[in-house]
């Protein structure tokens, strides 16, 4: 049974940090390629953040230099660490797992599993 659960989402001030927890079961997660996505109401859900099964991490423009992802592979969690946060950063926070290889690492469509989600707000 795969389950992802999403934690450490809260509200900050611009210039401020967060760390965002992806916690994984049912698999390992250096079985699977992860990603970070972020959603705002009437919006597209947007890749911000990948891993890759071997580790190859790769990011959005808009959070490359302030964002990074990380896992841990005895806790079995992924990790967001998010710096110098921007009021357009504010957002609903998922995890997700790539179970189609093909195509891009930002395309929600190559995900099958996510998590509920943590609300970031940053103002």
């Known amino acids: 049974h795969v389950q992802l659960v999403e934690s450490g989402g809260g509200s900050v001030q611009p210039g401020g940090s967060l760390r965002l927890s992806c916690s994984v079961s049912g698999f390992p997660v250096t079985a699977y390629c992860m990603g970070w996505f972020r959603q705002v109401p009437g919006k597209e859900r947007e890749g911000i953040a990948y891993i890759s099964s071997g580790a190859g991490t790769y990011y959005a423009d808009s959070v490359k230099g302030r964002f990074t992802i990380t896992r841990d592979n005895a806790k079995n969690t992924v990790y967001l660490q998010m710096n110098s946060l921007k009021p357009e950063d504010t957002a609903m926070y998922y995890c997700?797992?790539?179970?189609?290889?093909?195509?891009?690492?930002?395309?929600?469509?190559?995900?099958?599993?996510w998590g509920q989600g943590t609300q970031v707000t940053v103002s």
């Open positions: 997700g797992v790539r179970t189609v290889i093909r195509g891009n690492w930002w395309d929600k469509t190559r995900y099958a599993y």
